[in-house]
């Protein structure tokens, strides 16, 4: 009666009063579409705010880190990083969290995305077996990082426990041809890398912050081979790039090409033309490219040795048409002399050693192999296809010591021809003393199944002075 009264009577007013509790409410509701990564949900394309209904589950689960590595991952929705939330500036998300009842460990969310105390974490606090609901509105555009906030905190989140929200602002984000979505979480394990089995946190480690992997999507090789993203040449792509954490910082990169743009740290302003974007942990960035040229394009943390030692790599593949202009591929490969001198001579400062007999000769010789011919030979002598003739079993050598001797006074350039192998690349000269020359032949023809024989001093001097 009273609400017709007012109805009735003075609209406005009413409506206003009426706004602050009910206005959620009236929004128009939708379910939200989650993706697991590398997918993100389709763009919003509402032009009004919605109340959004998330629902997510925290499920602890054993799965694959590495080949014949498992890690019991804590996950949102069973995967590292969890589930991908797409949402519009202003929208009301109202967000169901569940825990499996499988679980051992109590969970919780904190979301960069919401303005309140804690992220929603004290909200969010929900033991195994149980759902917890609670709402908040996205008042700020951009890309945010989601994780557990259960104490261990740092714990959880090194368990997997990230991933990301995103935002859209009211006018939507610029339309692309492809969206991705990448985190990156550094991960502490009883074990070294790579090294068999079930393996456990390392608590201290993880202090340490001495990470066994750095991964991209929970995994090594999360993104490679028949897993690596897809595009085609003329389309652009757009990644969604968080970081879980906990501890490490990452400078994404992607080997061969540039940003066009980057939304920095996944807030509004965008830069052009960057060719590595910092990641802080619990931070974001949004990068897009065009793939102008086909092949295989990869992502690092430029950190490097994370990439090529713990797993910070993925992939994506360009199909389509070369494009020569652009990059042309490998042209040549030819052989270089440097103008002046047609071969260039290596200066080395040697000790000169006497030897006594050949037993020595071998033993003084191996040290002059390992210090002035191994880089290129080889430790073995078995040399390298395509660029260093081998010098075991080496039909060259055997053949002719004086010539095996002229080619390190004087060095070698031009085709030859190794056990039937045809080699042109250029040795350059060997500044070394008679004896050193002596020596090293020696120890070559009395190893790895070459035919013996023994050269001297007198014989290197000889070629020397006589060219
Ligand atoms: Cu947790």
Known sequence: MNKFICWAKLPLLCLVLALPASWAQTLPVEQAVLTSPPLVPPPVTRDHPARVIVKMEAVEQVMEMTDGVEYMYWTFGGSVPGQFIR????????????????????????????????????????????????????????????????????????????????????????????????????????????????????????????????????????????????????????????????????????????????????????????????????????????????????MVDHSIFRAFNKGALGMIKADGPEQPVIYSGKQADTVYLPEGSAIQEIIVEAESVVANNLEEQVQFGQRVYEVNCAACHQADGQGLRGAFPPLAGSDYLNADHDRAIKVILKGLSGPITVNGQEYNGVMPAMRLSDNDIANVLTYLLNSWSNDGGAVSPEQVAALREGH
């Open 87 to 298: 949402v519009r500036e202003n929208d009301v998300v109202e967000f169901h969290f569940s825990n499996h009842p499988s679980s051992r460990m109590p969970h919780n969310i904190d979301l960069h995305a919401v303005t309140g105390p804690g992220g929603g974490a004290t909200s969010s606090f929900t033991a195994p077996g149980h759902t917890s609901i609670f709402q908040f509105q996205v008042l700020n555009p951009g890309l945010y990082i989601y994780h557990c906030a259960t104490a261990p905190v740092g714990m959880h989140i090194a368990n997997g426990m990230y991933g990301l929200i995103l935002v859209e602002p009211e006018e939507g984000l610029p339309e692309v041809d492809r969206e991705y979505y990448v985190v990156q979480g550094d991960f502490y394990t009883q074990g070294e890398f790579g090294e068999l089995g079930l393996q456990p946190f390392d608590m201290e480690k993880a202090i340490n912050e001495d990470a066994d992997y750095v991964v991209f999507n929970g995994s090594v090789g999360s993104m490679v081979g028949d897993n690596a993203l897809a595009a085609n040449v003329g389309e652009t792509v757009r990644l969604y790039v968080g970081n879980g954490g906990p501890n490490l910082v990452s400078s994404f990169h992607v080997i061969g090409e540039i940003f066009d743009k980057v939304y920095i740290e996944g807030g509004t302003s965008i830069n052009e033309n960057v060719q590595t974007t910092l990641v802080p942990a619990g931070g974001s960035a949004i990068v897009e490219f065009k793939m102008d040229v086909p092949g295989t394009f990869i």
